[in-house]
């Protein structure tokens, strides 16, 4: 788009193009942005209740493990093809950050179920529902990630930076998330499960409610680009 690059000429120009600390603490001060950022940090989550339904489906559901390696391959190839063009195809239809609201809405029933649903061979299959609901939840969030911060309007020339900072806090959970959740598995058996996955329910819940944050902010016209252009004026005052 024209105006795309004239906007890049223009702060390449004054030294505003690209990642430095003085962008990085303009996109500090905006609230859409920690919004947008700690709900998808939080969606990503969703990998931790996949990674511990699988065992599950073993050793409390009586579920086969060639069954199991064929879900696992569903789940990581089959599913990851799937459900980012379904999430582009939303995302086009209602926004991307309207859309976020069903890959999060299936975080938060996946684990709901799992939590609520007697561990036993009798409820295999809907064991398995779960996994492939969560497995969407996931795969669907991540692909639309980047699309939400273009539409709360984050300017062209703090977007690349602004990706950087929700890669980092997405990858956070990664660095405590899976060996605490080890932790409790190992020391309370299968209420170590119920603790994961209750963990997992609240950061979706989490989640949601900064998407609802957002969404609202969106309504009211209060985008990156308006609070951008705030900031400014009071600067020049």
Known sequence: MNSTKEEFKKNKGNGEQGMNFKNVMILFRDPNQWLTWLAIGLGYTAYVGMTYISPLLASEFGVEASIITVLDTI????????????????????????????????????????????????????????????????????????????????????????????????????????????????????????????????????????????SRRMKAGKTSEWFFEQAKHKAAN
């Open 75 to 214: 789940k990581n190839s089959g599913i990851g093809l799937i459900a980012p063009l379904i999430a582009g195809f939303i995302a086009t239809k209602k926004g991307a950050v309207r859309s976020y609201f069903l890959w999060l809405g299936l975080y938060i029933v996946s684990m709901a179920l799992i939590i609520v649903l007697p561990w036993q061979p009798a409820f295999a299959i809907i064991a398995i529902l779960v996994i492939i609901l969560l497995s969407f939840s996931a795969k669907g969030r991540s692909a639309i990630s980047n699309t939400v911060l273009v539409e709360i309007k984050t300017p062209m020339y703090l977007f690349g930076t602004s990706v950087g900072i929700e890669a980092l806090i997405m990858r956070i959970p990664d660095m405590f998330m899976f060996t605490l959740a080890g932790n409790m598995i190992d020391s309370y058996g299968n209420t170590g499960y119920y603790m994961v996955f209750g963990g997992c329910l609240v950061f979706a819940l989490a989640g949601l409610l900064c998407n609802m944050v957002v």
